[in-house]
Nanobody
Framework: QLRESGGGLVQTGGSLRLTCVAS????????MGWFRQSPGKEREFVAD????????AYLYSVKGRFTISRDNAKNTVYLQMNSLKPEDTAVYYC???????????????WGQGTQVIVST
């Protein structure tokens, strides 16, 4: 199970930190990721981080503004979001996939999502 928190309403240029706590079978052997979905749009990849935090990937439009990190001792993954823009408004979802999986089509856990609203 994955549980997100930290969403909310913020002004353009502001910051938020999303937190995702994993429980059950999801552990440090999973690759963890964040996705987002805006009304009328497909869910899109935002960022993911490898099991040992030695690799991270980002959606091009968030590079340099968002940072993903994880604390395996706490089974927690974070998404620090800075310089937020109205186009970042979306429901943000945490996801986990086994370390042996090659793509996010093999994700085995999804959170319920947390709403982020960036006002102008």
């Amino acid at each position: 199970q994955l549980r997100e928190s930290g969403g909310g309403l913020v002004q353009t240029g502001g910051s938020l930190r999303l937190t995702c706590v994993a429980s059950g079978r999801t552990d440090g052997n999973h690759v963890m990721g964040w996705f987002r979905q805006s009304p009328g749009k497909e869910r899109e990849f935002v960022a993911d981080i490898g099991r040992s935090s030695n690799s991270a990937a980002y959606l091009y439009s968030v590079k340099g503004r968002f940072t993903i990190s994880r604390d395996n001792a706490k089974n927690t993954v974070y998404l620090q979001m800075n310089s937020l823009k109205p186009e970042d408004t979306a429901v943000y979802y945490c996801a986990a996939r086994p370390g042996s999986a090659v793509s996010w089509t093999e994700a085995d856990s999804w959170g319920q999502g947390t709403q982020v609203i960036v006002s102008t």
